[in-house]
Each structure stands twice: as C-alpha cells, then as structure tokens.
Nanobody
Framework: QVQLTESGGGSVQTGGSLRLSCAVS????????LGWFRQAPGKSREAVAT??????NYAEAVKGRFTISQENAEYTLYLQMNSLQVEDTAMYYC???????????????????WGHGTQVIVSS
C-alpha cells in the first residue's frame, strides 16, 4: 500500500525553524526521486526542494535556508527549514517516485505519489 505521511508542521514566528518529516511506505520509496512541494492559498503548487535522479535541487526562494535530506534505511524524507519568513506559509507536501512525463525536477506532474500535507504558518 502506498502511503506518505508528513509531520512537523506548525506555527512559528519569522526567523524560526521547523523540521518536516515524511514517512514513506516501503513500496513507494524511491531514493532517487523524492521532493517537497508547497502550496499557499490562491497559488499553484511549487517545488521547494527535491532529490531528482539523485541530485539535490532547491527553489531560489529557499536556497541557503532549507535543507532536504533522506534516511533511506527508515524510508523517510526530511526538510529542515531555518530563517522562516512569512512568505513560507503554505501547506507542504512530500512526493516520491517519478512519473516519467518528461518534466524537470520542479514539475509536480513528474512525481507519482503524494502525501496529504502538513501546514506551516509563519507570522511576523
């Protein structure tokens, strides 16, 4: 059974930190294709950080502040978020597996399995 479960979201003030976790079922875990996306109210889903074909990628807006990591033995994906800003407020989703639709690392359509999300709220 495919299952992705995010946790670690919450409410913090600007400058604070959060660590998101995504527990992935063994059958769905793909160590070369994993990622974090986010969606703010009224906006489309956007890539935050991914491991795509084994390479790490970050959106410009989070470079230097967020770090994606994986623990393959535990089938878990992490996102360490530091120096959080109000603009980081969104629902954060983890994804795994490649759909092979010819897209780039930042295309949500390129990822096969998705979690239900964890909410991050950053206030000033």
């Amino acid at each position: 059974q495919v299952q992705l479960t995010e946790s670690g979201g919450g409410s913090v003030q600007t400058g604070g930190s959060l660590r998101l976790s995504c527990a992935v079922s063994r059958s769905a875990y793909d160590r070369k294709y994993l990622g974090w996306f986010r969606q703010a109210p009224g906006k489309s889903r956007e890539a935050v950080a991914t491991i795509f074909d084994g390479y790490t990628n970050y959106a410009e807006a989070v470079k230097g502040r967020f770090t994606i990591s994986q623990e393959n033995a535990e089938y878990t994906l992490y996102l360490q978020m530091n120096s959080l800003q109000v603009e980081d407020t969104a629902m954060y989703y983890c994804a795994t597996g490649r759909s092979w639709k010819g897209g780039r690392w930042s295309d949500s359509s390129e990822y096969k399995h998705w979690g239900h999300g964890t909410q991050v709220i950053v206030s000033s």
